[in-house]
């Protein structure tokens, strides 16, 4: 700590040395609050997405490596692809024009099995509303893209899980 007479600040060097010594004193600060600052790698859980893939498919996954993820898609162009595994299950492939996934949606409807719990795709619970329906989307700018979780209300629910590139 720097202590100083009472009579240090009246001269022009007390002061230029009282500024001094809080400039230093707030330099030797700056890394330790600059570097704490900076520690947002995507590694850390709040920068990861609890949802990052749908059967190994992931945003920037090949059109072909897609494909030979996911198998045949019953509807198929360069821009999207359209996959219906049974009645209960259908996932929408969406591809940019450098050919790589930049957006997965999937519904699930009544009956399906294997259904994910909101927690598994947003990491955490959102808030149901009154008549039962959920919607909640948390943006991952480090991962380059966003994740959403929706539930319909009523007795037979459809649940979509979406992931999509955001485009900067």
């Given at each position: 700590m720097f202590f100083f007479s009472p009579g240090i600040l009246q001269s022009r060097i007390g002061r230029l040395s009282l500024l001094l010594a809080v400039t230093v004193v707030l330099i030797g600060f700056a890394p330790a609050t600059s570097q704490a600052q900076r520690r947002t790698p995507l590694d850390e859980p709040e920068n990861r997405p609890a949802f990052n893939d749908f059967k190994g498919v992931r945003i920037g996954t090949t059109v072909d490596e897609a494909r030979k993820k996911l198998g045949s898609p019953r509807d198929k162009s360069a821009e999207q692809d359209l996959y219906i595994y049974n009645d209960t299950q259908v996932v929408q492939v969406l591809y940019d024009k450098a050919g790589t996934v930049s957006a997965i949606s999937i519904d699930y409807m009544s009956g399906?099995?294997?259904?994910?719990?909101?927690?598994?795709?947003l990491g955490t619970d959102p808030d149901a509303k009154p008549d039962g329906s959920i919607y909640k989307m948390l943006r991952y700018p480090k991962a380059g893209y966003w994740v959403s979780y929706s539930r319909t209300a009523g007795n037979e629910p459809t649940i979509t899980v979406t992931m999509q590139k955001i485009d900067h």
């Open positions: 399906a099995s294997g259904i994910p719990a909101p927690k598994d795709v």
